[in-house]
């Protein structure tokens, strides 16, 4: 509860910059300043991960970019996760999104990999727990129609009960050239409470 009231404390400031901020599933309002068309955000919630693609898909369809994803307890949503997506008026490409849903990090390590070589890259990490109990770690990746040509990665997931043993094994692979890009805590169907981290080099 902590940690989603921090992650929307932090989504409100950004009302001060933005015009305002959507309702889920909703555009922002836009404004013009000085000529120049501004920044805008959507806000995307819900407690099933089909229902989660396919509002994100909606949202880049229309252009916006994936900016963070925070999994927990909503004091209206009950267990939901919450996605911040944005839209930048330089930016002129549309995004495709999947999101990677399992409770074993080799699963999730090898849909990661499918979804690399088809030209998505891992953005975002939560846990997702459904209304219903379920618990799965979740992987955004996402595509834009302007990365033709892009660089592909290799994906290798860390899993582990234990800091000291999730510090050996991620100085194993830097060696190996693999860079950490995301971690999140959380307690899973299969792994208990782990600490799963994503890393990847260049293929």
């Known amino acids: 509860m902590k940690l989603i009231s921090t992650a929307l404390a932090a989504i409100l400031c950004l009302a001060v910059a933005a015009p305002a901020l959507a309702q889920p599933g ?22 099933k991960t089909s229902t989660m693609q396919k509002e994100m898909q909606e949202a880049g369809d229309a252009g916006y970019r994936f900016v963070a994803v925070m999994g927990g307890e909503t004091a209206v949503g009950g267990k939901e996760v919450v996605v911040l997506v944005e839209k930048s008026p330089d930016d002129k490409n549309t995004y495709s999104y999947r999101l990677l849903a399992t409770s074993k990090t080799s699963t999730l390590q090898k849909e990661l990999q499918e979804a690399s070589d088809a030209g998505y ?16 770690t979740v992987a955004i990746v996402q595509r834009s129609s302007g990365a033709a040509g892009a660089a592909r990665y290799e994906y290798k997931l860390v899993a582990t009960t234990k800091t000291s043993t999730l510090e050996k094994e991620l100085k194993e692979l830097a060696d190996e050239g693999f860079q950490a890009i995301d971690l999140t805590v959380g307690k899973t169907a299969m792994g208990g409470s782990e600490i799963v981290v994503i890393t990847r080099r260049a293929k």
């Open 121 to 136: 890259h891992a953005v975002g990490q939560t846990v997702f727990e459904s209304m219903f109990g379920g618990k799965e």
């Open 26 to 47: 909703v555009p922002a309002a836009r404004t013009l300043r000085g000529g120049v068309e501004e920044r805008s955000y959507k806000i995307l919630a819900t407690s």
